[in-house]
Nanobody
Framework: VQVVESGGGLVQAGGSLRLSCAASGSTFPINFMGWYRQAPGQQRELVASITGGGITNYADSVKGRFTISADNVKNTMYLQMNSLKPEDTAEYYC???????????WGQGTQVTVSA
């Protein structure tokens, strides 16, 4: 399974970015897609996720600012990030799971940098 992220970049605080994650080549239906981020010296943390049934989950730090969505036909996931803060600066990774989490696939990451 190939997982490819795009949409990162440099933005000023208060600005917006939209990340995309496209998954291809899966034999099994995708039942979970999630965005994780990792800042230098920090552990990777879950930012937002969405199940195949459309159930979403957000980290407290991004609730009300970030919105996750998915196109199940295209196996593509999006993360709309608004009101960005410098503490949102990190490498953002897409995670795709199939067979109820038995298989995990990661993208290469996309850098998001928010300047003060």
């Amino acid at each position: 399974v190939q997982v490819v992220e795009s949409g990162g970049g440099l933005v000023q605080a208060g600005g917006s970015l939209r990340l995309s994650c496209a998954a291809s080549g899966s034999t099994f239906p995708i039942n979970f897609m999630g965005w994780y981020r990792q800042a230098p010296g920090q552990q990777r943390e879950l930012v937002a996720s969405i199940t195949g049934g459309g159930i979403t989950n957000y980290a407290d730090s991004v609730k009300g600012r970030f919105t996750i969505s998915a196109d199940n036909v295209k196996n593509t996931m999006y993360l709309q990030m608004n009101s960005l803060k410098p503490e949102d600066t990190a490498e953002y990774y897409c995670n795709v799971q199939t067979l109820a989490g038995k298989y995990h696939y990661w993208g290469q990451g996309t850098q998001v940098t928010v300047s003060a």
